[in-house]
């Protein structure tokens, strides 16, 4: 209340700005990089969505050209442990020691896709993430 008995009128609380609109949609696509490794209902989704939207975004919007690269490094190596990884189990169940690797490579594909979302989540949020054991294939 002020000294004169009326009250003081109560300030809206100020709200922070929204990005810009190139900003959120750049964040937009950076997510999308991510995010479309979860197609893995379609062969090798994991690395065909990724593609797609770099190659499709990469000049529009440089950051997607960052994130693409990324995604795409990550879900590459995934495959590539998951591939070698199941012939190596495959292999090792003729001597009956094979089935000891199958949840391994079950664990990595599960990590690749935990890893994707963790990613989006990052990214969407406008921070960078650089994933873990990615090889770097695509420079």
Excluded at 9 to 16: C, G, H, K, V
Aim: charged share 10%; aromatic share 8%.
């Amino acid at each position: 209340m002020a000294e004169t008995g009326t009250p003081t009128p109560i300030q809206p609380a100020q709200n922070p700005t929204p990005p810009n609109p190139n900003e959120a949609q750049a964040r937009t696509w950076n997510m999308l990089c991510h995010l479309s490794a979860l197609a893995i209902c379609i062969p090798f989704g994991n690395i065909i969505g990724p593609l797609l939207i770099w190659q499709i975004k990469k000049n529009e919007i440089p950051s997607v050209n960052v994130h693409g690269k990324m995604a795409l490094n990550f879900q590459i190596t995934v495959t590539i442990a998951v591939v070698i990884g199941w012939v190596a189990a495959t292999i090792l169940s003729f001597i009956r020691i094979g089935f000891l690797l199958f949840p391994v490579v079950m664990l990595v594909a599960l990590a690749g896709l935990v890893f994707a979302i963790i990613a989006g989540i990052k990214a969407n949020n406008g921070e960078d993430y650089k994933y873990p054991y990615s090889l770097n294939l695509i420079k």
